[in-house]
């Protein structure tokens, strides 16, 4: 019973946005990233070990393969990240999972 009350109560989080995200301590900054990383990461093994196709989630195979490939570490790819929004200002308002997945997507190239 109070687990489906906490269900139908929870709503879904909100992306933070470049901006927020620069506001955050380094070690949250660095948490946000990794765990984005991760839970793709985590998103595209699932669908891979049930066979399926789902063009939400193989937008990211390209990106989780490259960075199983070139075992880039995460401190590099979060330096990428704040480079990017460092650099990028006017993109400081589109949500994080968009930047960072922009940043990794030409890492990647």
Known sequence: MIAL???LAASPAAALTGDEWRRLPPASRDAYVTGLIDAWGNVVEVQE???AR???ITVF???VTCLRD???PYA???EAVERYVRD???LVSKEMP???FAVLTAECR
């Open 5 to 7: 009350a906490l269900l």
């Open 61 to 63: 195979a390209g990106v």
């Open 70 to 72: 070139r075992l880039l």
């Open 76 to 78: 590099k790819i979060v």
């Open 49 to 51: 070990s049930l066979g």
């Open 88 to 90: 990028n200002p006017g």
């Open 98 to 100: 968009d930047i960072v």
């Open 54 to 56: 789902d063009r939400g």
